[in-house]
């Protein structure tokens, strides 16, 4: 009888697939890496051997060059290979462009390592796909009750409001630069925000990648280049930016922050934030205990964030878990 | 309550004051009578439930779900109220969301037994925003930093009319202030200021401009007082109602028993608050131990006995006397003190002078007594009427020159709104020697303002050139003997205090200039401070 172990087992270096000879993520340089999606913590270069989809090693290359693995294949969702007779496919994560769950079926048994992860809408990548596995390794960013994510809808609505409220200042968006950006200007697009969107150089390149990949942005331009202070416009920079000596060209910026963090009251005021919009590219408390209970997978490993809540859900409901504590994986910025 | 709720949220996280009335202002324009007034009664804090025990809705939650990830969660998020309304584990059903009005109603007439099940069916209708709200309302702790004075302030926005014109009449208004937002819209008229033991909006003094103002003006058009440093009051005493209001229409009549007791006249006196103990006067300090208090015990009331330094005198029985002349109110004033016959209340004494120079040689060094420990003088034209507000001319504030010595920057923290990308709070030091006589910098206080942007802008970059060590939004700066930048800080006075590590606190502390050229070691040391603590 296999065991879970055998077909994954975590590493110092990340997980590990021995009968495949594979990490996924890896968070030091490997022969042979699965890569989930394009965050740095979970996507590193210098590996030998990288395999992920194709919009996930475009994004590698816009951050690390085209030099950032020996050799790459790209592997299109749903389009399983095969070696040494361990099946490995990706299937949409719902994360970020590109994102994908690893699925690896091996001797009749099938592991999922679901990589970050979300259930909600996201304009800008398809949605998460779910898959019946004997092990499903899940994050856990937001695996406590108290990360209820509002409707992002209603979130970019409160953002509209303020603009339409503080029209003599400049709205100033943190958003991180992949994904988290995209997402919330096709949100803004959604809502009917027509205007052109000014950008902090930090997002441009990954802008320009979304929109080769076919998300469209509308018009777009870059903040450090306009005319004036931008009262009444809408700056998208990474959070970095907010608070820092760029933000002075703007007009008595309004400082907006889109994160899963915000939610918490103490997180927004410890960075000033005057506009804090919960808006996450992870999934929350809900969508991590529905989705544990949809999937019901023979096993549960936790790898990253708040696991012993997760672990405690687990247990209360005899679904068996575990949790990695893998190390090198940030929650911090989403 | 949703929109009550939105309110309240971004109240929180907005420190401008501009930025404040604009949000209120809109809501009150965007919602509803009764909701809009009952939210506006409950930011200032006139309108507050103790209708649930934290105890009995952490209960609630616990019944819930389980105590365990409540607990963990409570850890992390470190507030009751906001850790309920983000894990409360809804019951789905067909409940409506309640609006504010509704909330209000109920809890003003139920008992606590009536209202426990319904703060359930609450809390299951609302969203997390909104159960926030709810339950900061029913713990009577919404502290989002809105005064009644921004509220007059909004009020008057939102019908665009001088805010005085509010003040005369908020306090013969109560919640939900259907009369006042009619009157606002245009609806009806000006809801009646003409009850007994109403505010009367205050006259202010400009502060005089010593290069320009006195050559133009004639010594003999003026008279001078001490300016004392409470704070200003109104004691009315008006057909059997008592009341003590500040400067902008707050009662504080509850926190002042003593003070009301000793009104036994029928008129309005304007004039300063002060602690008093046989005819002389306290410090500042001594009055703060009095104020914003909720409850007053007989050992304050002791310790602290407070009293009214009349200076004007608005009513007089039943004669209003705001269009006299100040000469002639001054003269009723004199008389109507001394038939008080309290020793809570006495009169501000004129001080007589020649000249402007004359006064200036007083002002610099006062006669003995209390004058030692006034803020300055105060100048007041002998034809002025009683005006509201700030008019330039009628009456003058001067000023005592403040403290000054020379300190070292030692931290430094980021600002807020527009001062959010810059380093903009600093705490300075000054030497102490310690047992074995090593010098040593010791914070004495902490200042944000005072210095004009193209300063800011070298202080920043100063703090961001020099830090050694950040802790969260708070920066530490090199400062030794050999490095350190020296700031001159100006403040009104210094007072005692077992909370600060140096012993003293200072008031009204502001950078007055930086001084670049200062080597950090010749700044000043904690002795010279200790030699300027207010003994009256």
Redesign the interface.
Known sequence: MLKPEDILRPTPAGLYCPPGDFYIDPVRPVGRAVITHGHSDHARSGHDHVAATPETLDIMACRYGDDFAGAAVGLAYGRPIERDGVEISLVPAGHVLGSAQAVIRWKGMTAVVSGDYKRRRDPTCPPFEPVACDLFVTEATFGLPVFRHPDAADEVARLLKSVQQFPERTHMVGAYALGKAQRVIALLREAGWDRTLHVHGALAGLNDLYARHGVDLGPLANATDAADRLPGEIVLCPPSALGDRWSRRFADPVSAFCSGWMRVRARARQRAVELPLVISDHADWDELTDTLDELKPGEVWITHGREEALLRWCELRGQPARALALVGYEDEED | MRAFA?LLD?L????SRN?KL??VR?FLADNPDPDRGWALAALTGDLSFSAAKPAAIRKAVEAR??P???G??YD????LA??VA??WPARPGANREPELSEVVEALRTATRAEVQPLIERWLDAL??DGRWALLKLLTGGLRVGFSSRLAKQACADLGDVAVADVEEVWHALAPPYEDLFAWLEGRSERPSADNPGRFRSVMLAQPVDEDSDFGKLDPADYAAEWKWDGIRVQAVSERGVRRLYTRTGDDISHTFPDVLEAMTYEGALDGELLVMRDGRIGAFGDLQQRLNRKTVDAKMLQQFPAGIRAYDLLLDGETDLRALPFAERRERLESFVSAARSPRIDLSPLQPFDSWDGLAALRADPPDGDPRIAEGLMLKRWDSPYEAGRPRGPWFKWKRDPHLIDAVLMYAQ?G???R??FYSDYTFGVWREDANGDRHLTPVGKAYFGFTDEELRQLDRFVRDNTVERF??VRSVRAGRDFGLVLEVAFEGLQRSTRHKSGVAMRFPRISRIRWDKPAREADELATLEAMLETP
């Open positions: 939105r971004s929180s996280f907005t420190a930025a604009r949000l809109d779900m389980d365990v990830l409540f963990w969660s992390y998020v470190g507030d906001e850790t983000l894990v969203d997390p980021r807020h709104g527009k959010s990308s969260g939004p």
